[in-house]
């Protein structure tokens, strides 16, 4: 009877041991979905949107003309010496081939260059391919528009991270921005559009950009979407922006005022071809230890499923600054509207069916 008393505390010492054991694999296993977790899900209490405060009424419609009128609307003025005006597009180049041929075609009327840095190397230090690179002749239509840099990458270093290398690639897109300026007449003045590829500002805003003026700099609010237009999160998107360049400008996807001008775009997040796309996305983007070990959010069937639900590539929660947004985005409806979308997307349905409602599919 004294053997049997003794021994459960012992057997119930070594399960209580065994579950501690346990307990703590799993917490640092998952330790970034844990904090991901407690962080989004608390995020409307403590946290506030630090995007642009002061929205312009955006104001068009098809056939509407960009003249003093329409610059009186949105509460600037006409600009002057219109004609001395480059406009440039600058964006990093990852693996959005299509998003590109879209983007080109939506702005070519209303921009003079595109620039496009591109590297060996994800922000993350990986090796990639040179996708603009090596299919160049796709774009042959913008030749003589398009400022093309290569930027070698490496394997990240001691302390060095994937932010470092993002930050020193917009570096060499400042440069190489300011080397095609100097080219131009002094009198010249120069827009630049920075947004990351796959935020589009639309033809229209541009132009009406161009017409008016808005002063050194505005953020453009664009509609927010998830793996095609079928997703569609809201007018959530406010990083991409409009700069009037001067001496000390530099490119930049961070605020620079508290102005956006509304419904001015699209932003297309994760919207890719193939699977094999959103891998290396996934592993090389400056977010990628959102990743955190758990190499099964890499399997391509898991992939797929999610992009066919809606649901999140990294299974976190949205981040949103209210509940009510964030409990909308936890159950998106597919959208069953094309309208209002890129005009070349529209005219190649076929080519781009897998950007539509209903084309979730993606090749391997």
């Known amino acids: 009877m004294t053997t049997i008393t003794w021994r459960k505390p ?82 990093l180049m990852s693996s959005e081939l299509d998003l590109l041929e ?33 299919n160049r002749e796709r774009y042959s239509k913008f030749a003589h528009k398009i400022v093309y840099q290569f930027l070698p990458g490496y394997p990240l270093e001691g302390a060095r991270t994937a932010w470092n290398v993002e930050s020193e690639t917009r570096v060499a897109m400042s440069t190489l921005l300011t080397e095609q300026m100097h080219k131009f007449p002094s009198d010249t003045k120069n827009l630049v559009l920075m947004s990351d590829l796959d935020e589009i500002p639309a033809e229209h805003t541009v132009r009406l950009l161009k017409a008016c003026d808005f002063g050194n700099s505005i953020h453009l609010q664009l509609r927010n979407f998830m793996y095609s237009f079928e997703w569609y999160l809201g007018y959530s998107s406010w990083r991409a922006s409009a700069h009037i360049w001067n001496y000390n400008s530099y490119y930049r996807h961070s605020k620079s005022t508290e102005v956006i001008l509304a419904d001015s775009g699209w932003h297309c997040s994760y919207c890719f071809r193939s699977l094999e796309e959103y891998i290396i996305k996934m592993r090389g983007f400056s977010h990628a230890d959102r990743i955190g070990g758990r190499l099964n959010l890499l399997d391509p069937k898991r992939i797929q499923d999610t992009i066919c639900k809606g649901r999140d590539i990294f299974g976190m929660l949205p981040e949103a600054y209210s509940y009510i947004e964030l409990f909308s985005q936890l159950n998106l409806d597919p959208l069953k509207t094309a309208v209002g979308l890129p005009r070349y997307l529209v005219d190649n ?4 069916k897998f950007l539509l409602p209903g084309g979730c599919k993606r090749e391997l």
């Open 349 to 352: 349905a076929d080519k781009f």
């Open 10 to 91: 012992r057997v119930l010492l070594l399960l209580g041991f065994f579950f501690g054991i346990t307990l703590l694999y799993l917490i640092a296993h998952n330790r970034y979905q844990i904090q991901n977790t407690l962080s989004y899900a608390t995020r409307p209490l403590w946290d506030k949107d630090s995007g642009p405060k002061h929205v312009v009424t955006h104001y068009y419609a098809e056939g509407v003309k960009m003249d003093a009128q329409t610059c009186e609307l949105h509460g600037w003025k006409p600009r002057g010496n219109v004609q001395k005006l480059r406009v440039l597009d600058a964006v």
């Open 102 to 134: 879209i983007r080109l075609h939506e702005l070519d009327s209303v921009v003079d260059f595109f620039l496009i840095v591109e590297s060996n190397a994800t922000f993350t230090g990986l090796p990639k391919e040179t996708y603009f690179a090596k």
